[in-house]
């Protein structure tokens, strides 16, 4: 595994996350640490939403307090809340679990696919952004 992990967790705190998620094997753990707001920790059927600093915790809290709402009442797929965390002993940060989705990163195909493929995407995308915008929203809190 390349020393992504070091990035969201000292020694410590990865021993920590180790033994609360029993992960045997560090190189099960896949690291993103790509995003602008979080680092994300594949393992199993379990996704581990990590903000990268205090500025984004109230934005991840409002992502999770979304997928507590709506997972089961969103016509599009989205990833079940499994918990969300408040342990010093792994992350400084209040951090979210949540169902892993089946699929792969766009990243990953973007530079393969053909135009009429991509055309699509863009089409499918539009459509769950209408289908956000129709949501309710007083039903939840956004604010911290």
């Keep these: 595994m390349s020393n992504a992990i070091n990035a969201i967790f000292n020694q410590s705190e990865l021993e920590h996350f180790c033994k609360r998620y029993n992960v045997q094997n560090i190189d099960d753990l896949k690291v993103n640490t790509d995003g602008y707001h979080k680092h994300i920790v594949f393992f199993k059927d379990y996704v581990f939403l990590f903000p990268r600093n205090p500025k984004y915790e109230a934005s991840l809290k409002k992502e999770l307090s979304i997928y507590k709402e709506f997972t089961n009442s969103m016509p599009i797929a989205l990833p079940h809340l499994i ?31 053909s135009y009429d493929q991509l055309i699509q995407f863009w089409n499918n995308l539009i459509d769950i952004m209408v289908k956000w915008h129709r949501i309710n929203s007083s039903k939840f809190i956004l604010v911290p």
């Design 83 to 113: 918990e969300s965390v408040k342990d010093e002993n792994i992350s400084y940060y209040n951090y979210g679990v949540v169902s892993k989705l089946s699929g792969v990163a766009f990243s990953s195909v973007i530079d393969n696919l």
